[in-house]
Nanobody
Framework: QEQLVESGGGLVRPGGSLRLSCAAS????????IGWFRQAPGKEREGVSC????????EFVDSVKGRFTISRDNAKNTVHLQMNNLKPEDTAVYYC??????????????????WGQGTQVTVSS
């Protein structure tokens, strides 16, 4: 059974950092496009960052550019989201997702077929 499990969330002060991890079981992550999404209370789920399965091209939503990075650890079948200089508006549940069909990633929720359960990130003083 294919499964994604996120970890690394928590409470952090503004300006702090967290590294989220998305570990896969049942399939090999490096072949597929992987996206990180977040959902704050009362808001729609939005794409934050993604990495393409074909050539590793990365994308970031404007609000996190220069602060977040995404990377693969193929040996551990894991994708990381490094989040620096966190702001209160980054507070949300963060999800990772896999797209088994497309070579390049996007922020379209409907293109992702496997989702993790989410990890809470809270940025507050």
């Amino acid at each position: 059974q294919e499964q994604l499990v996120e970890s690394g969330g928590g409470l952090v002060r503004p300006g702090g950092s967290l590294r989220l991890s998305c570990a896969a079981s049942g399939f090999t992550l490096d072949r597929y496009s992987i996206g990180w999404f977040r959902q704050a209370p009362g808001k729609e789920r939005e794409g934050v960052s993604c990495i393409g399965g074909y050539d590793g091209t990365t994308e970031f939503v404007d609000s996190v550019k220069g602060r977040f990075t995404i990377s693969r650890d193929n040996a551990k079948n894991t994708v990381h989201l490094q989040m620096n200089n966190l702001k209160p508006e980054d507070t949300a549940v963060y999800y990772c997702a896999a797209d088994h069909w497309r070579d390049f990633c996007s922020f379209h929720v409907y293109e992702y077929d496997t989702w993790g359960q989410g990890t809470q990130v809270t940025v507050s003083s």
